[in-house]
């Protein structure tokens, strides 16, 4: 658990701006299929988290001990492939799994095993990448994601071919949200058509990353009240989010409805997690459902 003081001497670096924003923003209530939505998919997340996800069997249903990924367990999804992504800017596991009840196929990345010491240790490099003219995008996470590219892209492409007419579906919590971010804009770029959904997502490159990431269609990026972890790295390093947030209001432990998740637009906003002005770390643990309970 991070101290109250190093909580508090990062406030200074992550507290925002305050400055006329350049347009009027006004938050927006989700749907009720929005809301189902998030909750499948932060529970594939979840399911990231889960030993028995990772260093199983393939062919094995995807399971979560801490029984934070009921729908998904309902649905009989079944794991097709896993994958260990860890280097020194993270230990990310993920899998890939196929759910037949929502013809699915689902590229989950997990978050840190330890997200407060993953916290305090944050690396702030840039490196220029090729998903866009002047992207530039974290080092570290650019280079998991890199080390395991080529056989999770033959993975997602004989799934697609097992599975005719199945939406994929990319999706990740922390650590694991920003390479699915990078991963799946990669993907993208190959060819795939993809969903992308992120919880907790850290600020992954520069406004040009951030600005193309806008430009994509079904991005979901979810952030929950003051988490820390969206606001870092700080923007004075660089680092832009993509518009639009979609951020959950209730408190930890309380499942939201759909006026407790508002769609904010505006690269960069400080209309929703990053106007908070103290950062949290339990805010991070909660996404809908206690999302890194099996870590």
């Given at each position: 658990m991070l101290s109250f003081a190093y909580l508090g001497a990062l406030v200074a670096v992550v507290a925002p701006v305050i400055a006329a924003p350049t347009s009027i923003l006004i938050p927006r209530d989700i749907s009720s299929d929005?809301?189902?939505?998030?909750t499948l998919f932060a529970e594939y997340s979840a399911a990231a988290y889960c030993t028995s996800n990772f260093g199983g069997s393939n062919g094995a249903d995807v399971t979560?001990?801490?029984g934070n990924c009921p729908e998904v367990q309902s649905a009989g999804a079944t794991l097709l492939y896993e994958f260990d992504l860890s280097n020194d800017f993270g230990d990310t596991t993920g899998y890939l799994a196929v759910d037949n009840t929502n013809q699915l196929i689902v590229l989950a990345f997990r978050g840190s095993s330890d997200i407060s010491n993953w916290v305090a240790n944050l690396d702030y490099d840039l490196t220029d990448v090729d998903l866009c003219d002047g992207c530039q995008a974290h080092s570290g996470w650019w280079s998991a994601w890199g080390s395991g590219a080529n056989d999770i892209t033959a993975q997602v492409q004989s799934a697609q071919s097992t599975y005719p007419g199945y939406?994929?579906?990319?999706?990740?919590?922390?650590?694991?949200?920003a390479i699915a971010a990078l991963g799946g804009s990669a993907l993208r770029n190959?060819?795939?058509?993809?969903?992308?959904?992120?919880?907790?997502?850290?600020?992954?490159?520069?406004?040009?990353?951030a600005e193309y990431l806008t430009n994509q269609a079904d991005y979901w990026r979810v952030t929950h009240e003051n988490?820390?972890?969206?606001?870092?790295?700080?923007?004075?390093?660089?680092f832009s989010h993509a518009s639009p947030e979609f951020w959950i209001t209730s408190d930890n432990g309380v499942t939201p409805t759909?006026?407790?998740?508002q769609e904010i637009e505006g690269i960069d906003?400080?209309?929703g997690n990053t106007g908070e002005?103290?950062?949290?770390?339990d805010a991070h643990k909660f996404y809908i459902i206690a999302i890194s309970a099996c870590s």
């Open positions: 929005v809301l189902s939505e998030l979560c001990s801490a939406k994929l579906v990319v999706t990740g919590h922390s650590l694991g949200g190959a060819g795939y058509q993809l969903d992308l959904y992120t919880y907790g997502q850290p600020r992954v490159g520069n406004k040009a990353l988490d820390i972890v969206p606001r870092l790295p700080p923007e004075s390093f660089g759909t006026s407790d998740v906003s400080n209309a002005a103290i950062p949290s770390i």
